[in-house]
């Protein structure tokens, strides 16, 4: 019989970083984790193996409304987290339908079904500081216009606002979340942190001789993804549901983060740097800082791990992953 204490929860993009980092948090706070995954010709569950066999884990895609109609029917979730996405900013000039599709109309998708099948789930949508692209004023907090500069980001847009409308048109305990880059040992290889740690490990190991990047004038608001789920969960567990900032309100380079990277297995970055004009991209989004005043106050929400602790812990990680 099915225990009705315990909560429940579903995350889609469970086989992701923050999918990951999630299921591990909700099922320390004693929920049983239902995890969407799309069908893959390959087994993609590396990040979740660990924790694996305490997971439900369904086939469904964002792409597919009867899919999340179904997985919502079937298991009665009491929260759902909306993590998928393609979420590679890069790949969005490439592929600019497929992600309208997915990290747009993916999120429409999943709140009719929500909607459908039980109006009191609680909602968390994976909304981004690429929303603000060009910004429109420094820091960037929950009243900052939005300007995105990639489809990513316009797509991240319509994501947060159908999540507003949802709530207000249907009453829906919906919540978007502006989260700032976070990033952990678990980052996809594409994205400009885990490039970089990974190739200061494998260069120390003398595997690899040189990383090649785009624009290293960039400035970022990089925190730890292990302290921003922490965020997340924090807004479903509010009476309200509202919108909020989650950063760590400091900003650094993609030059400094090649520093840190460098500096941490001992190596000087200018020796193994090359700018390649392949990585840089049609629009760029310069610099990025957050204001998550309203999460401290509100969520009571801080993070622990700053920059520095964040790329070293990056670096040892790489460094390990490679000599094992
Ligand atoms: P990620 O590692 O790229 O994970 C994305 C997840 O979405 C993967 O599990 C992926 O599945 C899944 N997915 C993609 N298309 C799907 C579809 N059509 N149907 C179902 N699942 C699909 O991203 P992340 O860094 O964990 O980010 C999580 C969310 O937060 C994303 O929405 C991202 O846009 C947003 N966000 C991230 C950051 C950040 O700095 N990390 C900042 C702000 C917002 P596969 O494994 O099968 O590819
Ligand atoms: O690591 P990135 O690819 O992350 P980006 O574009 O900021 O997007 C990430 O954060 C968003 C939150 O703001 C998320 F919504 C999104 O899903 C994703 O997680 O690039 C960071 C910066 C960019 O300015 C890019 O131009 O690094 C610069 N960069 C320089 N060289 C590079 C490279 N980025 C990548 N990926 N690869 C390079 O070689």
């Known amino acids: 019989m099915e225990d009705v204490l315990t909560p429940k929860a579903l995350i889609t993009g469970i086989t992701g970083q923050d999918g990951s980092y999630l299921a591990e948090l909700l099922l320390a706070e004693g929920y049983d984790v239902v995890g969407l995954m799309r069908r893959s010709s390959t087994v993609n569950i590396e990040r979740i193996s660990h924790i694996q066999d305490r997971l439900t884990l369904v086939s469904g895609d964002l792409m597919d409304e009867v899919s999340l109609i179904n997985v919502l029917r079937d298991h009665r979730p009491r929260e759902v987290y909306n993590l998928a996405a393609q979420s590679f900013v890069q790949a969005s000039w ?11 109309l993916g999120v429409t998708r999943l709140l009719d079904a929500i909607r459908i099948v039980d109006p009191t789930i609680r909602f968390y949508q994976a909304s981004s500081s690429e929303m603000f692209g060009r910004v429109r004023s420094v820091p960037q907090n929950e009243l900052t216009s939005f300007y995105p500069r990639s489809p990513y980001g316009v797509a991240k847009v319509y994501g947060h606002w159908i999540t507003v409308n949802y709530r207000e048109s249907y009453g829906l305990h919906a919540s978007s979340g502006i989260l700032f880059n976070h990033e952990s040992p678990r980052r996809g290889l594409e994205f400009v942190t885990r490039k970089v740690t990974h190739a200061a490990a494998a260069i120390k190991a003398g595997r690899q001789r040189e990383v090649r990047l785009g624009n290293l004038d960039a400035q970022r608001d990089w925190g730890y993804a292990g302290d921003y789920v ?24 993609v030059r400094e983060l090649c520093e840190v990277a460098f500096a941490a297995v ?14 840089l991209r049609p629009a760029e989004v310069d610099l990025l800082i957050g204001d998550a005043t309203k999460a401290h106050r509100e969520l009571d929400w801080k993070c622990d791990v700053d920059f520095y602790g964040l790329i070293e812990m990056m ?10």
């Not at 497929?98 to 990290?103: I, P």
């Not at 200018?270 to 990585?279: G, Q, T």
């Open 94 to 104: 490439s592929q600019p339908v497929l992600t309208g599709e997915t990290t747009a």
């Open 315 to 324: 670096v040892a990680a790489d460094v390990h992953a490679l000599q094992r």
């Open 230 to 253: 922490r965020a997340m969960w924090a807004m479903l567990q509010r009476d309200t549901p509202d919108d909020f900032v989650v950063a760590t309100g400091e900003t650094h380079s």
């Open 266 to 279: 001992g190596l000087a970055w200018e020796n193994h740097v090359v700018v390649d004009p392949a990585f």
